[in-house]
């Protein structure tokens, strides 16, 4: 399963970014998706994460600011950010729990990251 990331760049604080991942490869099913952030020196973090029914799950950080959902027939999470601070700015990964149509068990896949930078 192949997770492509896009959406990332450079934004003032206070703006706005939309990130998408789509999910690719022979796929039979994806339980849930998420996304995840690292900022430089620091360990990798849970942003939010929904499963295939719409569950949906925040860091604190980002909740009411952030906003994360799919479209299952596309195999695509998107995470809608607002409010930017720069304290945001990180690599954003795209995570999935997916099991394709050769493999007999759910695995979990990363994407390659996409840059978010938030400064003025």
């Known amino acids: 399963v192949q997770l492509v990331e896009s959406g990332g760049g450079l934004v003032q604080p206070g703006g706005s970014l939309r990130l998408s991942c789509a999910a690719s490869?022979?796929?039979?099913?994806?339980?849930?998706m998420g996304w995840y952030r690292q900022a430089p020196g620091k360990q990798r973090e849970l942003v939010a994460t929904?499963?295939?029914?719409?569950?949906?799950n925040y860091a604190d950080s980002v909740k009411v600011r952030f906003t994360i959902s799919r479209d299952n027939r596309k195999n695509t999470v998107y995470l809608q950010m607002n409010s930017l601070k720069p304290e945001d700015t990180a690599v954003y990964y795209c995570n999935a729990e997916a099991k394709q149509y050769s493999v007999s068990s759910y695995r979990f896949y990363w994407g390659q990251g996409t840059q978010v930078t938030v400064s003025s």
């Open positions: 490869g022979r796929i039979f099913s994806i339980n849930y």
């Open positions: 929904i499963t295939s029914g719409g569950s949906t």
